[in-house]
């Protein structure tokens, strides 16, 4: 089973600041990583997939780099609706599908 | 509009049965893997079973191995999962989510549904 690490498990900034996620895989993954979006009472929401093509719909300020092992999740300048939980999900290897323990963005 | 809607969910002893429903609109129902997600409460995300779009392929988390039956029905447009010898563990939010990828195994996750909540407790 591949595990995934997310760090930090908590981010705290200010909108218009820079946040950086990181998912580090217990093996490769090549590039097939995605990244999701959760906000409180809602369902997770596709931001990211194949490490670094943005889904429909999702704005610019949201990219994704990596391959291997390490993967980056970067917001430009967040905005008040970025503040969420972040998960990490590889699908190279399964099953099973696996997902990080998540990052929480929260407001500073 | 893409939809995906789970029913299903509720209060169940240990050792007691439930089954979920997911009824899809709004794509190709019967072209994508549909998977069940669960995510047990204030913790992450967890996959739990998945089916290729004919039905013909099937795989499950190891930990519901032998209990849980995840099965479609591409004429009502409906995915399903049937939990058996359900655990206090089994306790959370499911979610059934769509491959991105018509007739591919190697997919993501979206849509998601907004989940039912499976409580398992005496």
């Known amino acids: 089973e591949i595990v995934l690490t997310q760090s930090p498990a908590t981010l705290s900034l200010s909108p218009g600041e820079r946040a950086t996620l990181s998912c580090r895989a217990s093996?490769?993954?090549?590039?097939?990583l995605a990244w999701y979006q959760q906000k409180p009472g809602q369902a997770p929401r596709l931001l990211i997939y194949d490490a670094s093509n943005r889904a429909t719909g999702i704005p610019a300020r949201f990219s994704g780099r990596g391959s291997g092992t390490d993967f980056t999740l970067t917001i430009s300048s967040l905005e008040p609706e970025d503040f969420a939980v972040y998960y990490c999900q590889q699908r190279f290897n399964w099953p099973p599908l696996t997902f990080g323990g998540g990052t929480k963005v929260e407001i500073k | 509009e893409v939809q995906l809607v789970e029913s299903g969910g509720g209060l169940v002893q240990p050792g007691g049965s439930l089954r979920l429903s997911c009824a899809a609109s709004g794509f190709i129902f019967s072209s994508y893997w549909m998977s069940w997600v669960r995510q047990a409460p204030g913790k992450g995300l967890e996959w739990v079973a998945n089916i290729k779009e004919d039905g013909g392929e099937k795989h499950y988390l190891d930990s519901v191995k032998g209990r849980f039956t995840i099965s479609r029905d591409n004429a009502r447009n409906s995915l399903y999962l049937q939990m058996n010898s359900l655990r206090a563990e089994d306790s959370a939010v499911y979610y059934c989510?769509?491959?991105?990828?018509?007739?591919?195994?190697?997919?993501?996750?979206?849509?998601w549904g907004r989940g039912t909540l499976v409580t398992v407790s005496s």
């Open positions: 093996q490769s993954v090549s590039n097939y």
């Open positions: 989510a769509s491959g991105t990828t018509p007739y591919s195994r190697y997919n993501w996750f979206d849509p």
